[in-house]
């Protein structure tokens, strides 16, 4: 339903599908210098070496494990969707477009002399043990999922020989892996659209892939609720309605986005961000802004897409700059607690309109995903600020990461961590709890024509009751 764009960041509960690739482009630096570049490059965390050439031109990636090394994406470096630069004596620093903050690149003195193999093994066993070396070395959640991921090698691998058959190979790595309840978790083996048995996409356990009947019940509730007439829409060909904006008769606005993502069938950063900006530039505009006496942004079900885009929302809902949270990477392959130095991401009034500094009352749930969660995350620095109304969310934050397995199957997994801004705290796995607990998109509220959550929003908006972010302080829901 959301597929990947720009910088790797949508839901794999969203995705059955693997990623597209990615340019990325040299910025800040004069053409001059670009050839600088030029060399091999290992990331900090991400289990990645780099090497680009061609005069700064192109950027090949090598991905890498402790038992080897399989060639990933080249790509040509164009203006387009990524920054590339350099940050230093033997460093750089790499950005893409449509994710937050940066990875840090070191330069060495060659490959690893894994990348120079022309031919990996490509056998089952060959498979089996990239797939779960990958996991063991990037993977930070094992504790808090309560895996043993040794114990998991030991009673699979020996379950692997020469003869494994692909469909046994597959069902062994996705039990495996399916136990992590985790929405940022994929393995595909081919086109999922033409056989969905050939894609896997781990989710809560609690937060089943949604149905068509579901998001067919949810379009109707919201539209009764709020007026269908009533609901301006924007988005082009299959990202129609992606973005929908209610003027509502008591005075407040109703915001609702189904994610950050392919917004046009462009499938391009660029042209979501331009879709975005229209949007947001006729929902703020100077008159709204004045007289809307509340703002309920929707967010219930998003299922991710960009974090750039979701800060891109934020932005239009403050009049002062604020960090948003802290980013980092595992960075250690035999230490899960190990990271990345945590890099400030910041949240900065819009400067090409009017921003919105009004009360907002924000609904999530379980099918709040991914950037859907870190805009969540956000809004909790917002002053005034911001009260969360609904369930939990989803509980999973990080970037995926990509890879490929020597058989040519692909696979993704999560390898950072967003944490408070103030406490450290991360909301990984249990995700980030309301103020005031209602129901959301359940059979009882569908069956009686109820949407508590919406109800409960404007409620307190037309009471102008204090706004209020209890987690961003004590972590204690609110009633």
Not at 276 to 286: C, E, I
């Given at each position: 339903?959301?597929?990947?764009?720009?910088?790797?960041?949508?839901?794999?509960?969203?995705l059955a599908s693997a990623a597209a690739l990615t340019?990325?482009?040299?910025?800040?630096?004069?053409?001059?210098?670009?050839?600088?570049?030029?060399?091999?490059?290992?990331?900090?965390?991400?289990?990645?070496?780099?090497?680009?050439?061609?005069?700064?031109?192109?950027?090949?990636?090598?991905?890498?494990?402790?038992?080897?090394?399989?060639?990933?994406?080249?790509?040509?470096?164009?203006?387009?969707?990524?920054?590339?630069?350099?940050?230093?004596?033997?460093?750089?620093?790499?950005?893409?477009?449509?994710?937050?903050?940066?990875?840090?690149?070191?330069?060495?003195?060659?490959?690893?002399?894994?990348?120079?193999?022309?031919?990996?093994?490509?056998?089952?066993?060959?498979?089996?043990?990239?797939?779960?070396?990958?996991?063991?070395?990037?993977?930070?959640?094992?504790?808090?999922?309560?895996?043993?991921?040794?114990?998991?090698?030991?009673?699979?691998?020996?379950?692997?020989?020469?003869?494994?058959?692909?469909?046994?190979?597959?069902?062994?790595?996705?039990?495996?892996?399916?136990?992590?309840?985790?929405?940022?978790?994929?393995?595909?083996?081919?086109?999922?659209?033409?056989?969905?048995?050939?894609?896997?996409?781990?989710?809560?356990?609690?937060?089943?892939?949604?149905?068509?009947?579901?998001?067919?019940?949810?379009?109707?509730?919201?539209?009764?609720?709020?007026?269908?007439?009533?609901?301006?829409?924007?988005?082009?060909?299959?990202?129609?309605?992606?973005?929908?904006?209610?003027?509502?008769?008591?005075?407040?606005?109703?915001?609702?986005?189904?994610?950050?993502?392919?917004?046009?069938?462009?499938?391009?950063?660029?042209?979501?961000?331009?879709?975005?900006?229209?949007?947001?530039?006729?929902?703020?505009?100077?008159?709204?802004?004045?007289?809307?006496?509340?703002?309920?942004?929707?967010?219930?079900?998003?299922?991710?897409?960009?974090?750039?885009?979701?800060?891109?929302?934020?932005?239009?809902?403050?009049?002062?700059?604020?960090?948003?949270?802290?980013?980092?990477?595992?960075?250690?392959?035999?230490?899960?607690?190990?990271?990345?130095?945590?890099?400030?991401?910041?949240?900065?009034?819009?400067?090409?309109?009017?921003?919105?500094?009004?009360?907002?009352?924000?609904?999530?749930?379980?099918?709040?995903?991914?950037?859907?969660?870190?805009?969540?995350?956000?809004?909790?620095?917002?002053?005034?600020?911001?009260?969360?109304i609904g369930q939990n969310t989803n509980g999973s934050?990080?970037?995926?990461?990509?890879?490929?397995?020597?058989?040519?199957?692909?696979?993704?997994?999560?390898?950072?961590?967003?944490?408070?801004?103030g406490t450290g705290r991360s909301y990984d796995g249990?995700?980030?709890?309301?103020?005031?607990?209602?129901?959301?998109?359940?059979?009882?509220?569908?069956?009686?024509?109820?949407?508590?959550?919406?109800?409960?929003?404007?409620?307190?908006?037309?009471?102008?009751?204090?706004?209020?972010?209890?987690?961003?302080?004590?972590?204690?829901?609110?009633?």
């Amino acid at each position: 339903m959301i597929t990947p764009v720009g910088g790797r960041r949508t839901a794999a509960l969203f995705l059955a599908s693997a990623a597209a690739l990615t340019t990325v482009t040299v910025s800040g630096t004069p053409a001059s210098a670009v050839g600088t570049l030029d060399g091999v490059w290992r990331m900090d965390g991400y289990g990645t070496v780099v090497s680009v050439e061609d005069g700064g031109r192109r950027m090949r990636e090598y991905e890498t494990t402790g038992i080897g090394c399989l060639p990933g994406d080249v790509t040509e470096l164009t203006p387009t969707t990524a920054t590339l630069e350099p940050a230093g004596p033997g460093r750089a620093r790499l950005g893409w477009a449509g994710s937050v903050g940066h990875r840090t690149l070191r330069r060495v003195a060659a490959l690893p002399t894994a990348c120079g193999d022309p031919q990996p093994a490509q056998d089952p066993r060959a498979t089996f043990d990239t797939f779960w070396r990958t996991y063991a070395e990037n993977y930070p959640f094992f504790a808090m999922k309560g895996v043993d991921w040794q114990a998991v090698r030991d009673r699979y691998r020996p379950q692997v020989t020469n003869q494994t058959t692909n469909d046994e190979l597959f069902s062994i790595l996705t039990k495996m892996v399916e136990p992590l309840h985790d929405g940022h978790t994929y393995l595909t083996r081919g086109d999922c659209g033409a056989k969905p048995d050939n894609c896997f996409g781990g989710h809560r356990a609690d937060t089943p892939f949604p149905s068509g009947e579901l998001i067919k019940k949810i379009d109707a509730s919201i539209a009764a609720q709020v007026g269908a007439d009533r609901l301006q829409e924007w988005g082009q060909g299959h990202g129609k309605g992606k973005i929908a904006f209610a003027e509502l008769p008591d005075g407040t606005g109703y915001l609702r986005l189904t994610g950050f993502v392919n917004y046009t069938d462009d499938h391009t950063f660029e042209a979501d961000s331009a879709e975005l900006d229209r949007a947001l530039d006729a929902v703020f505009t100077p008159r709204r802004v004045r007289s809307l006496r509340g703002l309920v942004l929707d967010l219930r079900f998003n299922g991710g897409g960009s974090d750039r885009l979701g800060l891109r929302v934020a932005e239009r809902l403050t009049d002062r700059p604020y960090t948003a949270y802290l980013k980092q990477a595992r960075n250690d392959p035999r230490d899960p607690g190990k990271f990345t130095p945590a890099e400030p991401v910041r949240v900065r009034p819009h400067q090409g309109g009017p921003v919105y500094t009004g009360p907002v009352a924000l609904l999530t749930g379980r099918l709040t995903i991914s950037a859907g969660e870190t805009t969540t995350q956000a809004l909790m620095g917002r002053a005034p600020g911001v009260v969360r109304i609904g369930q939990n969310t989803n509980g999973s934050f990080s970037d995926v990461l990509e890879r490929r397995l020597p058989n040519g199957w692909r696979f993704g997994l999560p390898n950072e961590v967003f944490r408070d801004a103030g406490t450290g705290r991360s909301y990984d796995g249990e995700g980030i709890a309301p103020d005031v607990r209602v129901p959301v998109f359940t059979d009882a509220e569908f069956l009686a024509g109820r949407d508590s959550a919406l109800t409960e929003a404007r409620r307190r908006l037309a009471r102008g009751v204090p706004q209020t972010s209890g987690l961003a302080a004590t972590g204690v829901p609110r009633a």
